[in-house]
């Protein structure tokens, strides 16, 4: 460990749970122990392997987070997610063992959507339901297979369904969804809802919609049903998540795809997962908004620029969670 303590402003740093580091594997960022509020000192250095002895000897020192600077965070998160989709195709891996890993994901997950102010209360219920998915997965062997194949054709494809995964039940929580199946089928509608990508070209997923030819958006479309088409293939899964998958880019304005569906017509869960779809692709980092919106502004602008296409008692819930956790109310 160095003998030089760095300063560094606290709001420049991201605290990572020491016990999500997996051992033996090498860490993509420097991690420091925080001293004070403005001195870290550093511990690991970026490319080095996380050792065991040096983790318990921490642990025992009642030290239960390493501090990653806020600008490295994305780098632990992807290489967290990576992990996952190896970890669930692992056939010799207990169920205990593919929860851990996909709870660490999903909790790199819920650290980058933080800006959202999610409670610690609601992180935990996600967490848990995550949890169930895992099992979900163990249990039918084809679902592991799938998160792999998402996680091999792009990470930030694994990332962005892991994000709507952990937001989708938040948000059925919001609408009085107390039903715990309820919320495992949105969590992994939300997992499965862009399966179908899979099977396009990852140089068309890689360029904003603005630059896509009409030939290019037509092939773009057709993602929704290719996923139908994979899932039905399986025989396993389960009808409400089909739907999920088929109509998370329908609105409640005739106006998505591939259907043209309005809103009374669209399955209640895939109403949920559209939006959040839609909410998560404005406020996390990706090809399509390189200059992510807050929570706040991606509701104005859900509202007022987009016409708010979506279903009413959904958004409502949706705005519930943010201003929520935000102390605010959104314009």
């Known amino acids: 460990m160095s003998d030089d303590a760095e300063i560094v402003p606290h709001q420049e740093m991201m605290p990572i749970p020491i016990q999500d580091f997996i051992s033996g594997v090498s860490v993509p960022v420097d991690l420091y122990v925080r001293l004070s509020d403005q001195k870290f000192i550093l511990l690991v250095k970026r490319g080095t392997k996380a050792s065991p002895d040096?983790?318990?000897?921490?642990?025992?020192?009642?030290?239960?987070?390493?501090?990653?600077?806020?600008?490295?965070?994305?780098?632990?998160?992807?290489?967290?997610?990576?992990?996952?989709?190896?970890?669930?195709?692992?056939?010799q891996l207990s169920v205990k063992q593919k929860t851990r890993v996909l709870s660490t994901a999903a909790n790199t997950v819920f650290h980058e959507l933080e800006h959202i102010g999610l409670s610690l209360g609601a992180y935990q219920n996600a967490r848990q339901v995550t949890e169930a998915v895992v099992t979900m997965?163990?249990?039918?062997?084809?679902?592991?297979?799938?998160?792999?194949?998402?996680?091999?054709?792009?990470?930030?494809?694994?990332?962005?369904?892991?994000?709507?995964?952990?937001?989708?039940?938040?948000?059925?929580?919001a609408l009085e969804w107390e039903k715990r199946a309820t919320l495992e089928k949105l969590a992994l509608g939300g997992l499965l809802h862009d399966i179908g990508k899979k099977s396009l070209p990852p140089e068309l997923l890689s360029k904003p919609k603005a630059q896509m030819s009409f030939e290019e958006h037509q092939l773009y479309e057709t993602h929704p049903f290719r996923g139908l088409e994979l899932l039905q293939t399986l025989g396993c899964v389960p009808d409400d998540v089909v739907s999920i998958v088929y109509e998370h880019h329908e609105n409640a304005i005739g106006q998505g795809f591939p259907q043209r569906l309005r809103d009374v017509k669209i399955h209640p869960l895939a109403r949920?997962?559209?939006?959040?779809?839609?909410?998560?692709?404005?406020?996390?980092?990706n090809v399509q908004s390189p200059n992510p919106k807050s929570p706040a502004e991606a509701?104005?602008?859900?509202?007022?620029?987009?016409?708010?296409?979506?279903?009413?008692?959904?958004?409502?819930?949706l705005e519930k969670v943010v201003t929520r956790q935000n102390g605010s109310q959104a314009a």
């Open 54 to 91: 040096q983790m318990s000897s921490y642990k025992e020192k009642t030290v239960t987070y390493l501090w990653a600077k806020k600008s490295d965070y994305h780098m632990v998160s992807q290489q967290n997610i990576a992990l996952a989709g190896v970890v669930v195709a692992k056939e």
């Open 137 to 173: 997965l163990e249990h039918h062997k084809g679902f592991a297979a799938l998160i792999e194949s998402l996680n091999q054709h792009s990470d930030e494809l694994l990332r962005h369904s892991m994000a709507v995964s952990v937001l989708s039940p938040i948000v059925g929580q």
């Open 272 to 285: 949920v997962v559209g939006l959040v779809d839609q909410f998560v692709n404005l406020t996390v980092r």
């Open 299 to 317: 509701l104005v602008y859900m509202a007022h620029i987009m016409g708010q296409p979506y279903n009413k008692e959904v958004f409502r819930a």
